[in-house]
T-cell receptor, first 121, second 108 residues
Framework: QVQLVESGGGVVQPGRSLRLSCAAS????????MHWVRQAPGKGLEWVTV????????YYADSVKGRFTISRDNSKNMLFLQMNSLRAEDTAVYYC??????????????WGQGTLITVSS | EIVMTQSPATLSVSPGERATLSCRASQSASSNLAWYQQKPGQAPRLLIYGASTRATGVPARFSGSGSGTEFTLTISSLQSEDFAVYYC??????????FGQGTKLEIK
């Protein structure tokens, strides 16, 4: 079955960097676009970024553009999110999610359990 | 950017009764609309895609309808495990993919 396991969360000071990882298994990773979605404490879901199945196309929410970078390693079934210049408003649970259908961009069919990032001095 | 607006923010319904949740898009999302269920401390779970197609394993009491700018999620006979927060998301015009703010379905 599809499994997505995020790691790399923790407490970080404003302005610093953090890298999240998502280990994928149970499906052919290289065939699917992958998303990061976040949820601030007590708030709703916010889409952050998506990367195409082959890594050639990446899209970002305006709130993170220029600060966050999504990447993937299809040889290791891994998804990453490099987060720079972190702000207090980036505090959230970050979920990685697999797109629904291979090769395109659709909706998030499978979700990991999330990892919490707290940006605080 | 398509803004998604869900109503009501909170819905109180008794077990066994029907629940109707609404989602409105600021511009047409065609039928590219998904619904997710999220329980406390858990990740979201896909319920409906294409506005009306149930995801694998989703009980038949969940149904979705609508197209364009008006969408509805109906739960025909509420079970105890259905009390959760529900989000709609459009994937018609992106980036960004946009979610509604959620509807909390609580026990009356």
């Amino acid at each position: 079955q599809v499994q997505l396991v995020e790691s790399g969360g923790g407490v970080v000071q404003p302005g610093r960097s953090l890298r999240l990882s998502c280990a994928a298994s149970g499906f052919t990773f290289r065939n699917y676009a992958m998303h990061w979605v976040r949820q601030a404490p007590g708030k709703g879901l916010e889409w952050v970024t998506v990367i195409s199945y082959d890594g050639s196309n990446k899209y970002y929410a305006d709130s993170v553009k220029g600060r966050f970078t999504i990447s993937r390693d299809n040889s290791k079934n891994m998804l990453f999110l490099q987060m720079n210049s972190l702000r207090a408003e980036d505090t959230a649970v970050y979920y990685c999610a697999r797109d629904a259908l291979d090769s395109g961009f659709y909706y998030s069919a499978f979700w990991g359990q999330g990892t919490l990032i707290t940006v605080s001095s | 950017e398509i803004v998604m607006t869900q109503s009501p923010a909170t819905l109180s319904v008794s077990p066994g009764e029907r629940a109707t949740l609404s989602c409105r898009a600021s511009q047409s999302a065609s039928s590219n609309l998904a619904w997710y269920q999220q329980k406390p401390g858990q990740a979201p779970r896909l319920l409906i895609y294409g506005a009306s197609t149930r995801a694998t394993g989703v009980p038949a009491r969940f149904s979705g309808s609508g197209s364009g700018t008006e969408f509805t999620l109906t739960i025909s006979s509420l079970q105890s495990e259905d009390f959760a927060v529900y989000y709609c998301q459009q994937y018609n015009n992106w980036p960004p993919y946009t979610f509604g703010q959620g509807t909390k379905l609580e026990i009356k």
